[in-house]
């Protein structure tokens, strides 16, 4: 079993920048895909961006594309998503997954808070 630990959430200015890390531990001698999730306050969980496990696809939605950059160390079991141009809908709880591929997350993290202000 893989566990997943986030980080890098905090307060940042619309249009400013954030990195957020997930960090994954147990089980990771297999294969898995990783990706992105937020929940917005009275909102359902979203799909953000996924990435398989060589790194050769890489998904985003559309409401972060051309923003938002997906990476993967497997070397260091570590996943990031850069995030450039912030604006205050991006304000949501991020959660880290991971799964047999892109499409499927089974394994979660515990979120990390993102807010972006005015």
């Known amino acids: 079993q893989v566990q997943l630990v986030e980080s890098g959430g905090g307060l940042v200015q619309a249009g400013g920048s954030l990195r957020l890390s997930c960090a994954a531990s147990g089980r990771t001698s297999s294969t898995y895909a990783m990706g992105w999730f937020r929940q917005a306050p009275g909102k359902e969980r979203e799909f953000v961006s996924g990435?398989?496990?060589?790194?050769?696809?890489?998904i985003y939605s559309g409401s972060v594309r051309g923003r938002f950059t997906i990476s993967r160390d497997n070397a260091k079991n570590t996943m990031h998503l850069q995030m450039n141009s912030l604006k205050p809908e991006d304000t949501a709880v991020y959660y880290c997954?991971?799964?047999?591929?892109?499409?499927?997350?089974?394994?979660w993290g515990q979120g990390t808070q993102v807010t972006v202000s005015l």
């Open positions: 990435i398989s496990w060589s790194g050769g696809t890489r």
């Open positions: 997954g991971a799964g047999p591929d892109t499409s499927h997350f089974v394994i």
